[in-house]
């Protein structure tokens, strides 16, 4: 610790990527709970269900059938929360009247997918060598490479030929490029805690015509340390301190560290940096994308080892925006978030909710601590794993 | 609508309250669901409970006794978040070095405090009438009172006689002023669905030496507002339109606007404004206290008989600053936020996870659907009340 008080004071700390701050209370771990609490999964599906709509062969929602795809398969989510096509909207002029202030819009449109990590329904990162997770971050990087900007300065490193053919196994990659859109949002929602409804591991993939909150906020203060630090980036300044301390480190390898921010918010929340300056996906070599699946592979089975359970979170990619300006692009440093609910056990999680819905983010237990414990249950996975 | 086609494409929406956007996407509403249920509460709660915390006359956790009330009750909370004596913790000087650029934290000092709504173990806001919700408010008012910067420019109408002494029944409130403290958050959280470990109607109130994130947020805006309309408050101007437009209204009386803000992220979130400026609780009249009674108590019934159930929410109060300069006092609109999770059932939640947290708030059902329902299920509780 930079100084051991802070292990037992409440305090506020910094988070220089968002410019806000959170609540750390660590002396706040020793209250009792007598809430809700999660019911945990039970790991018995079987490797194929016929009633999954994500499963090699079945129908989905809309009637299409799935492919018997043997690796990763990519399609249109039959419930886009934003679609390519739909009628215009016309802001009313900014003429000065309160509605004009108060009451604003703007139309997007954009394009939802949907990705299996796997044609096995029973499957989750945590029990996949990095060997197969290698052809999940390949078809994140093709998709990306589908979307760019013909203008964009990461064009000249998008050749999809830098990857396999079999990185996917969609036509709806090809027939992409109708509109060109700003920003894709890479995610996976893990367990039920999390709001998913189909335990077949997959993620999601939302690209859209505006660029949204989260990595606008991120962007602006990328590229205003950029510019106050005489261009060094604020990401590899940050992987070289924590790597350097050790005490926030979860698991380095070559390419990347992973550790506990300094100022994370959710109790086991891990951030993945790569060490060098990357912008995107297509910036990282085949060595670098391998260190990335080995990397994913460490963290999910460590999460799973703590609890001895199958571990909820939440985890998204940050990375340039597929068109923007030269300092937009040039500021991104692609990293990975993170944020598992999980507080105690199996069974109990954190509420983000009451104070930090309507004042502050709020932490009880310290992001040292918990990298503390991710760092002690490395190894094999707690259950058999199954492949 | 200001226009149609709102209902029916996706668009983002702009929250000047917080300089922020929200993404909508109401064809959504559609999607089936598999994922998790919430439990339903069953209302079958005894009106005294022993081995409770917060019932007349029981040990609390720490060893203390709570008194006989009769009302509501004030005590410091058993596991405060902030505390407030501490050790010290002094930030390493701005020397330049990356840990002082990127490791900042900052000490914060404070009091945590729990308020029942009443001695009866069995109720909610929602089974409670106007009239005992008025006490609540008070007490709300009282404790503000008793942490007032002596220099703020509301220190004047801050006379606790304005009071009833009936108002709390707590020592704790009168040895304050230890410490100035900058800000005063009172929320609940309601149902274990919001991280509520207790059904014994309650809320907390943190009191902090840091102005938090949000009201921070929402503060500088305000303020901007301000500044560019010449003087005019936005809560004020916002009022005015949504109650002449009234598609977003959910309920009002002569003093407040209750309604599905235009920038609402929760399906059924509702913001509660007065009509005219009021910086806090402190400026507002024994009539406007009634009417602010009465307000929450539509609101609560409201939400109960939506779907039947005891509806689950965060709710908190934003107002001026304890200590501030007096831009960010006068600036100040007193309004509440109801941050409710459910969406389509007692059980369906919406979950803002994967998308929501990387990328940005969504909603399915828009804020004019949402306060067409609410306007639509007044009227008496859909159960018996308990009392
Ligand atoms: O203090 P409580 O009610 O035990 O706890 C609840 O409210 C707090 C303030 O919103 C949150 O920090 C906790 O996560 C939540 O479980
Ligand atoms: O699209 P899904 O997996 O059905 O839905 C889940 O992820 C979405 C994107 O994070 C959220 O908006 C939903 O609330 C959540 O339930």
Redesign the interface.
């Known amino acids: 610790m ?2 051991a ?2 292990d ?7 988070n ?1 990527l968002r410019g ?2 959170v ?3 660590p ?2 771990t ?7 609490k999660e ?1 945990p999964s039970k790991n018995v599906l079987p490797a194929y269900d016929e009633k999954c709509y994500l499963c090699p062969g079945n129908k989905r ?1 809309q009637g299409d059938a799935n492919p018997d795809y043997d690796r990763t398969f990519v399609f249109v989510n039959d ?5 390519e096509q ?5 802001p ?1 002029e900014q003429n000065g009247t ?2 004009s ?10 394009k939802c997918y949907v990705i299996t990590f796997s044609p096995k329904h029973n499957l989750t990162l945590a029990d996949m060598p990095a060997s197969d997770i290698l052809p999940v971050i390949e078809t994140w990087t093709k998709l990306y490479t589908t979307h760019i900007d013909p203008h964009s300065p990461l064009v000249h490193v998008c050749k999809p030929t830098h990857l396999p053919p079999s990185a996917h196994q969609n036509g709806d990659l090809v027939d992409h490029a109708q509109q060109q859109y700003r ?1 894709m ?1 890479i ?3 893990k367990g ?7 335990p077949h591991p997959h993620g ?1 993939i ?1 690209t ?1 015509t ?1 660029l ?4 606008e906020i991120e962007l602006r203060h990328l590229s205003q340390y950029r510019r106050e ?1 005489g261009g060094a980036h ?1 990401l590899e ?2 992987a ?2 924590e790597s350097d ?1 050790g005490e926030r480190t979860v698991y380095e390898n070559d390419s990347f560290w992973a550790g506990c921010p ?1 100022w994370g918010t959710w109790p086991f929340e891990i951030m993945v940096v790569p060490r060098a300056h990357k912008r995107a996906l297509v910036d990282l070599s085949r060595k670098e994308r391998e260190d990335l699946a080995e990397m994913i592979a460490e963290i999910t089975r460590r999460y799973d080892n703590l609890f001895e359970t199958s571990f909820p979170y ?3 990619i ?1 990375q340039a925006p597929l068109s923007g300006t030269d300092d937009e692009i040039e500021s991104s440093h692609l990293h990975l ?1 993170f ?1 598992p609910p999980l507080l105690r056990s199996a069974t109990v999680r954190k ?1 983000l ?3 930090e ?6 932490r009880d237990i310290t992001p040292e601590q918990a990298a503390k414990r991710l760092r002690a249950c490395g190894g094999p996975l707690y259950r058999k794993k199954l492949s």
Not at 30 to 36: E, S
Not at 86 to 90: C, S, T, V
Not at 212 to 215: G, L, N, R, T
């Open positions: 930079p100084d008080v802070l037992d004071i409440s305090h506020r700390r910094f220089p806000s701050w609540l750390v209370s002396h706040r020793k209250r009792p709970w007598q809430g809700q019911e929602a419930y886009s929360a934003v679609r739909q009628a215009d909207y016309e009313p309160l509605a202030r108060l009451l604003r819009a703007e139309s997007t449109t954009g920003y949002q995610f996976e929602n039920s805690a999390m709001g998913c409804s189909n999601q939302w859209t505006s949204p909150e989260e990595p630090q604020m300044d940050y070289k301190l301390k300094w939440s985890m998204g940050h978030h944020y509420f909710v009451g104070y819905m309507m004042a502050e983010p709020q």
